[in-house]
DNA sequence: TTGCATAGTGTATAATTAACACATAAGCTG
DNA sequence: CAGCTTATGTGTTAATTATACACTATGCAA
């Protein structure tokens, strides 16, 4: 195994949507006493990874993101690098760190990354016990800096959301209408319109009905949607809406 | 002076407008035989630096400005970190490190800002001798990546122009509207309208008519206004006008 | 005083956004 | 199987915002 570069790490915030809300993955950190096996602290951290002698960033978020939850082939978004020297400094990442990673220096540069899933395709289960979703409105603690990652990792997806269809990497290939819309309001905090919402939507050409409605549920079936990447790529105008 | 932590560096893109155009400030790099003093190329590069150890990445950034340019006190925006291991790596890249930093590491990974000044304040003549201004539209070669750093900070600088008032701090403290109507053109990169221009600058309650006009042009003179940062501030609501 | 160059101004039309309510279809329950 | 529950699906009007467009005003220079 490649050596790693011991101050330049990247985490990655990986965004699931389960037709609720958004939810954010994390995994557990617990120190416990060596001696007395007691619990020093508990709290959460995202998935990051010190980078490898060799690989480009974009890769460490690639594998990380393999290695920690399984996923691969999935949306992924370079958002900001946080390289305070007090990022790693509060009284819990001191101990955490001269336990566990001793060897690692004392000011890492993190480069963040967001991704996009579908919360049902993450299952955090087996091989990753200790990670689970938390709702973005309702995190628990955090360590290091990642509460502020997370925040401005949710910035920009707005912001991107704002701009791009990147919605659809949150849901299952097939979706709802409505599923897209309440997709929609969790990301950017705020109720929408049905009809109006609908009607934009008609407008994205690149959201395609399926012949096939809903099944199995205790209402009048929706239609069935996919999303084009094809017909985005080949639809879209390089409009930046410059709005002056 | 405090040691390099020699594998990050940041990159400023320095962005000056001088009433015309929108420039990028380029530092000149020549390599030459030791023994024959003959050029062996020319091209230009970013100005950047290694981060020292225990320095932030923002302060890296404003150190890099007031060390390579004289400047103080200026907007600086980070907006992507660059970290292919092959950025380094191109023929003249290959000379240039093993003769000037020999000590350096291969892959070094670099944080980009880019900051705006009104291209009069910056005078690259004393201290700074091989450093230009360069047309955005008209680059020289360019060393390392930094032809993509400059399209990514240009792409990153319209993105940001569009959603926030930023604008100002490429111009001097008093402008007139034909001024503040040819940096958008600039920067956007497409003309436009003056009367909508203006309808729109109108409802900018925080850019402010002075009781005073342009003198010494051979045409009729210009109100001049200045932009209030304060009242900006107060008067901003929180709007990510997202288009859905 | 005339010419030149840029400043400054308003209106009509089109496009987009925002607000809003009722009929429909499937499953469930009794 | 009747009726209840729940989410789907649909159109119009008003308000706002964006676009297109042409002439007069002012100061300086020749």
Redo the contacts between chains.
């Keep these: 195994m490649r050596p790693i ?1 011991p ?2 790490s990247v985490d990655c915030v990986v965004f699931g949507f389960d037709m609720k809300k958004l939810n954010v993955l994390l995994t557990e950190r617990q120190l416990k006493d060596p001696k007395t096996d007691e619990i020093i602290f508990t709290d959460y951290t995202l998935q990051g990874h010190h ?1 490898l ?5 974009n890769e460490a978020a690639i594998r990380v993101l393999r290695d920690k939850t399984g996923l691969h082939d999935i949306f992924l978004e ?1 958002f ?2 946080f ?3 007090d990022r790693m400094l509060n009284e819990r990442d001191i101990l955490w760190t001269e336990k566990i990673y001793p060897m690692v220096a004392h ?1 890492v ?1 993190s ?1 963040g990354y967001y991704s996009l899933v579908d919360s049902a395709t993450v299952k955090p289960d087996q091989a990753h016990q200790q990670t689970k979703w938390f709702s973005v409105e309702d995190l628990p603690e955090l360590g290091f800096d990642h509460a502020e990652i997370i925040e401005k990792a949710l910035y920009c997806l ?2 991107k ?3 791009e269809p990147i919605g659809f990497e949150l849901l299952p290939e097939k979706f709802t209408l409505s599923q897209l819309q309440s997709l ?1 309001e969790a990301v ?1 905090g705020k109720k ?1 319109d049905r009809r109006n ?1 609908r009607k ?1 939507v008609a407008l994205m050409k690149y959201v395609i009905p399926l012949d096939e409605k809903q099944r199995g549920v205790a209402h009048k079936p929706a239609q069935v949607f996919i999303f084009s990447k094809d017909v985005y790529q080949r639809t879209k105008k390089e409009k ?5």
């Design positions: 570069i101050n330049i980078v002698e060799g690989e480009n960033l370079q900001h690098t390289g305070n020297t000011h540069v480069v707005r912001v959301l704002s701009r929609y950017l929408l919402f934009k930046l809406d410059f709005s002056i």
